[in-house]
């Protein structure tokens, strides 16, 4: 499975931003996708998740409300839709795949996109 993601890009306080991630390849076989960011100096954090087969959702505490994450099976592709953004937002952004497990857990998502810098001024 390859990601390719994009949408990133400097927005005030209060804005918002839309990302995508396209997956090509063998994405019959895709069980989560999600969208981690890692801020300076921190570790990679999950954000959001979304099961492919029946869209069910689950999101870090930080971001409910906030975010929507969504996916368009058609074209193999998931958005992540973030409202009302916040300085401490501002993070590269990696969207990843997996074919089974959990969805939290950075580790048990063996494929990544590039990362897209997402900066949220104050």
């Known amino acids: 499975v390859q990601l390719q993601a994009s949408g990133g890009g400097l927005v005030e306080a209060g804005g918002s931003l839309r990302l995508s991630c396209a997956a090509s390849?063998?994405?019959?076989?895709?069980?989560?996708m999600a969208w981690f960011r890692q801020a300076p100096g921190k570790e990679r954090e999950f954000v959001a998740a979304?099961?492919?087969?029946?869209?069910?959702?689950n999101y870090t505490d930080s971001v409910k409300g906030r975010f929507i994450i969504s996916r368009d099976y058609a074209k193999n592709r998931v958005d992540l839709q973030m409202n009302s953004l916040k300085p401490e937002d501002t993070a590269v952004y990696y969207c990843?795949?997996?074919?089974?497990?959990?969805?939290?857990?950075?580790?048990?998502?063996?494929?990544w996109g590039q990362g897209t810098l997402v900066t949220v001024s104050s």
């Open positions: 979304i099961r492919w087969s029946d869209s069910m959702t």
């Open positions: 990843a795949a997996n074919r089974g497990g959990t969805y939290y857990y950075r580790n048990e998502y063996p494929y």
């Open positions: 390849g063998r994405t019959f076989s895709t069980y989560f």
